[in-house]
């Protein structure tokens, strides 16, 4: 009695310890989130980087040539971003049109900056810091999608109740 209760726990004990191996990521799939997330990163540090570029160039550099500055500055992500978008055109990669609509976004918020420059004058502080804020928010929560979105897809590629169904 007392061999088949140990046998048991030792049979439990194994395949509660299969089933957390199952639950772990791979090494390699922990690499390729992990670059993923970083280079989400390195886009936040450059984006906040531009902003605070901009914060200062409006305190150091006079109207007329601040406004052409943030109207050039548009032009150069417009080209940028069409650059990017034909390119995952012709790849057919999903990252690089998202990176793409993201740069897009960036250069519609720049030619808003042009317009609010002259609205909220003393005040184009908050302007900018506001978009600081806003990227950075929306770059946390792209890095946590990906994890969690991750973990979800190998977890369901380690799932094998559909080809038990299937048998």
Same mark, same amino acid.
């Given at each position: ?30 690499k ?6 970083l ?9 906040l ?5 901009l ?5 150091? *550099?006079?109207?007329?040539t601040? !406004?052409? @500055? /943030? ?5 150069? %992500? +417009?080209? $940028?971003?069409? #650059? ?12 690089? *049109?998202?990176?793409?609509?993201? !740069?897009? @976004? /960036? ?5 808003? %900056? +042009?317009? $609010?420059?002259s #609205? ?8 900018t810091?506001?978009g600081? *804020? ?24 380690q799932n094998d ?6 048998n």
């Open positions: 009695m007392k061999n088949k209760e140990t046998e048991i726990s030792t049979n439990l004990a194994k395949l509660e310890e299969e089933i957390k191996n199952k639950k772990k990521l791979p090494q390699e799939k922990k390729a989130i992990f670059k993923k997330c280079l989400n990163t390195i886009l936040l540090i450059i984006i980087i531009y902003l605070i570029c914060q200062i160039g409006e305190q150091n *550099i006079e109207t007329g601040y !406004i052409a @500055t /943030l109207k050039t500055l548009s032009i150069i %992500l +417009i080209i $940028g971003t069409t #650059i990017m978008l034909e390119i995952s055109y012709r790849t057919n990669k999903n990252n690089i *049109i998202i990176h793409s609509i993201e !740069i897009l @976004t /960036l250069t519609f918020y720049t030619l808003l %900056l +042009i317009s $609010g420059y #609205i909220y004058y003393g005040n184009f502080h908050k302007i810091t506001t600081m *804020i806003v990227s950075g928010i929306y770059y946390i929560l792209k890095n946590i999608l990906i994890i969690t979105n991750a973990k979800k897809k190998y977890q369901k590629s109740i559909k080809s038990i169904v299937k």
